[in-house]
């Protein structure tokens, strides 16, 4: 094999292998904030782990309808409850999705009702 192609080997392997913790991380912290949703009661947990699931999966910008789903969940739960702050929270989470999506008219609004409150 030329000198060239063993070197440019190496260096694909290495960038690979450089970028291996990084590539399970996103999985492990879903799979973490998954369990944290089972086993909670409490409504304020629930907001936050639906809140930084939301995030997770807006970030990857392929998971934008599951990234919404989770802000529906903040909203719904929080008309439910009457609790206002957390329908704002839905908004910041819109916000983001709305940026992920190239959306940025529609995410400035969400993101102008949550700093506004």
Sequence with gaps: MPPV????FQYMLGGLLCLQPLMGREGKVIDS???????TASDSARFRAWGNLA???AITRDKLDTARLYADSIRQLGIFKKDSAAQILAEFYYGVV????RKFEEGLQHLNRYVEF
């Design 98 to 101: 709305c940026r992920f999506s």
């Design 5 to 8: 192609f063993r070197i440019f």
């Design 55 to 57: 995030w997770e999966y």
């Design 33 to 39: 904030l998954k369990h944290q949703l089972r086993v």
